[in-house]
């Protein structure tokens, strides 16, 4: 019985085969991968492991960074100028040695007095860091010429919860003449013992300018020294007032 003829090869049936390339399948399944493909992929797995690297975590399990990289930033000069009073330009004259050095080595600021149009003019230069660098010398110049103590406005540069309170007597009661001047009387006291003693049961500095009266220190504090002066004005006598910062001054060592 002979073969069947699809089993039957011959040599140059072999041959043909061999030579012809086998179909390529387009189905789903197979994935094709590149060579850019993969090198993109070791790249971001570079980057991944190199960022895991970097990151660290803290005994509470907080993630710790470094610190960013400083970026060069375009400078832009701000100038602010403050108006001094007549009578506080010789003052300034002697107090500038002591002035000018918290707000240049401080602050990074270029001052200069400009005494001929009795003002201080104030500029940000390219080694100024601070953003409320500005402001903050603003405000110790500023507490300077409403009459407080260089040492006293210094401490405006150094904290951040200090303020400046500014009201008049006539804004507590209306007073004229006699009234007036006695009530300024009863505010200083004799040699000032009465606004030195609110100064310091309250911790503040009290400044008084005539009829206006300025309060250097905390939210708090500020509030007890403006309760102690309106008491003074309405007419309390000065006894009742001590007792009463007494009082506050034994809360306030409590507190604290």
Known sequence: MPAPTALLRRPEDLAEAQATPL???????????????????????TQVQSRDAEM??????????????????????????????PHRITPLKSAWPKMYPPLVEH????????????????RTSKFTTDSGALQKGEDFVKAFSLGFDVDDAIALLRLDDLYIETFEVKDVKTLNGEHLGRAIGRIAGKDGKTKFAIENASRTRVVLADQKIHILGGFRNIHIAREAICSLILGSPPGKVYGNLRTVASRMKERF
């Open 23 to 45: 179909p390529q399948d387009n189905g789903d399944d197979d994935i094709m991968v590149d060579a850019t493909v993969t090198a993109a992929s070791g790249q971001q797995n």
């Open 56 to 85: 660290r975590i803290d005994e509470e399990g907080r993630p710790k960074f470094p610190p960013a990289k400083e970026v060069a930033r375009k400078h832009i000069a701000e100038t602010r100028k403050v108006l001094i009073p």
């Open 107 to 122: 602050l990074k600021l270029q001052v200069r007095m400009n005494v001929k149009a009795r003002a201080v003019e104030m």
